[in-house]
T-cell receptor
Framework: QKEVEQDPGPLSVPEGAIVSLNCTYS??????FMWYRQYSRKGPELLMY????GNKEDGRFTAQVDKSSKYISLFIRDSQPSDSATYLC??????????FGAGTRLTVKP | GAVVSQHPSRVICKSGTSVKIECRSL??????MFWYRQFPKQSLMLMAT?????????EQGVEKDKFLINHASLTLSTLTVTSAHPEDSSFYIC???????????FGQGTRLTVV
């Protein structure tokens, strides 16, 4: 079993839609949760970083963590074509290396 | 966010030669740097973790004699692909983390093509 599971998609939505991206993880020792956005042939860019269960909002992006079910989500409101990218979830322990999901390829169509 | 610069962004080399990729943290001290490999449409595969001044820790299946990692300063780590072969062609990405921080920041990646 992979430590972090993420549906690779692809996911295609119309502009303006709400996008929901999800991951599950298996190790309860993971305490930090991150979402990265990666455009084609570029390095990943940190979008959101959370520590505890609950929601964290930043503009159109909301990260949600449910430690009891080991489930993490990223919601994108009012999605734009510029949001088209691969989204990677990641988890880590204190001082430990990160474990990544497979990445979900998102396309937002105008 | 913090800036990590990776160079070169693209390199083509002949089979049998060695290639060095640099990863620099520009505005913070990177006590830990990570090197990843990524195949098309696949996720990041951790190759090794390096702490400044220490030997790198390689993931299972990664040949340490083939992928030489040096992390001699708090702002620079290098990955050298020795005696490169076409199967080493891939996208290599570094990331850097400062002290007790848990989020890491990525370089732009290096696309290596071995011909």
């Amino acid at each position: 079993q992979k430590e972090v599971e993420q549906d690779p998609g692809p996911l295609s939505v119309p502009e303006g839609a709400i996008v929901s991206l999800n991951c599950t993880y298996s190790n309860s020792a993971f305490q930090y949760f991150m979402w990265y956005r990666q455009y084609s042939r570029k390095g990943p860019e940190l979008l959101m970083y959370t520590y505890s269960s609950g929601n964290k909002e930043d503009g159109r992006f909301t990260a949600q963590v449910d430690k009891s079910s080991k489930y993490i989500s990223l919601f994108i409101r009012d999605s734009q074509p510029s949001d088209s990218a691969t989204y990677l979830c990641a988890t880590s322990r204190v001082g430990g290396d990160m474990r990544f999901g497979a990445g979900t390829r998102l396309t937002v169509k105008p | 966010g913090a800036v990590v610069s990776q160079h070169p962004s693209r390199v083509i080399c002949k089979s049998g030669t060695s290639v060095k990729i640099e990863c620099r943290s520009l505005d913070f001290q990177a006590t830990t740097m990570f090197w990843y490999r990524q195949f098309p449409k696949q996720s990041l595969m951790l190759m090794a973790t390096s702490n400044e001044g220490s030997k790198a820790t390689y993931e299972q299946g990664v040949e340490k004699d083939k992928f030489l990692i040096n992390h001699a300063s708090l702002t620079l780590s290098t990955l050298t692909v020795t005696s490169a072969h076409p199967e080493d062609s891939s996208f290599y990405i570094c990331s850097a983390r400062s002290g007790g921080d848990t989020e890491a920041f990525f370089g732009q990646g290096t696309r290596l093509t071995v011909v």
